[in-house]
């Protein structure tokens, strides 16, 4: 049985790209400033989680049944850059196609 950290993970992702793809259509997926903004969001989340998640002396401490225990880059679970790549997206997607509404009525 997968580890429901991993499944949780997955099903974040699945959800948020099925509605981009399928419901909002913001069209963030291409956009460089999209990618760019996901990049600098994971750099810091790599700082931040790097920090909470180090195995020496963590702050945060996982279940090793609930999670793959594969960690990358200095003790982060692989897991949490799922959803943290989940959760930007999720506010980037709204925000632009809250703004893609608001030009459409404005036109």
Not at 51 to 66: A, E, F, G, H, M
Request: glycine residues 6%; hydrophobic residues 55%; contains cysteine.
């Amino acid at each position: 049985m997968m580890p429901e950290y991993t499944v949780m993970t997955a099903i974040g992702i699945v959800v948020v790209i099925g509605l981009e793809i399928f419901v909002f259509r913001s069209g963030i997926f291409r956009r460089t400033q999209y990618w760019a903004a996901l990049a600098i969001c994971l750099a810091f989340q790599c700082l931040v989680d790097g920090w909470l998640t180090k195995l020496r002396d963590p702050i945060v401490i996982y279940n090793p049944s609930q999670f793959l225990n594969v960690r990358f880059p200095w003790d982060i679970p692989i897991e949490d850059f799922g959803f943290g790549f989940a959760m930007i997206t999720a506010v980037l997607m709204l925000w632009q196609w809250q703004l893609n509404r608001s030009r459409k009525d404005a036109a």
